[in-house]
């Protein structure tokens, strides 16, 4: 699913807002985030399929569970160690998705045995999710975040919108935004804000990037 395409806006979005702002009027926030987390599951799934959410939530899982283990006082002499496995784990398994074939091309040649390409399903926006748990872990361990429960960390992590290209957000900026009531109800002068900076994004992606997308390619590949 594609932000440009006829099932993302006339049919995902719009139906995720309606429920969204009709379960706001309940002012249950933790019913508001859960829907949007089962949105953005949904998102990844018709986008990726199953490896996508998979992914992500084994990697919810570790990163939730190093913070968790980072918060512990009686681990306190421990968080240099712990710090280091949850930066290792993430950096070591987005390096080995990332540059499987090339690391299978060295230890092929150091064997003498001819290299053949191995077809590894990418998950999608591991970058930036792999990136943004490892700076929540780095400010967790200096003591800059606030507590935060499963539900809110899932959704910051897989946030739909965000998800798949970017941009990497500070959980200052986002997870208190979760916790604002005031969030819950729909707001004209926000709507009126998100739906112009939808509308100017998706000019400039239909109308410029993919028109010149094609002579683009055939000056970088002449």
Known sequence: MLFNSYIFIFLFMPVTLAVYFLTGKFNNRKLSNGLLLIASLVFLFYRFNYIGIISVLISIAFNYAIYRLLIMDKLERHKKVLLFIGVAVNASTLMLLKYYNTVIYHIDQLRHVDFVERSLILPLGISFYTFQQIAFLVD?????????????????????????????????????????????????????????????????????????AAPASTVVSA
């Open 140 to 212: 967790t361990y200096r003591g800059e975040v606030e507590p935060v429960d499963l539900l809110d960390y899932s959704l910051y992590v897989s946030y739909f919108p965000r998800i798949v290209s970017g941009p990497i957000v500070n959980h200052n900026q986002f997870l208190p935004q979760l916790k604002d009531s005031s969030k819950l109800k729909f707001q004209w002068d926000n709507f009126n804000k998100g739906l112009y900076r939808f509308s100017v994004g998706l000019a400039k992606k239909v109308l410029v990037a993919d028109v010149l």
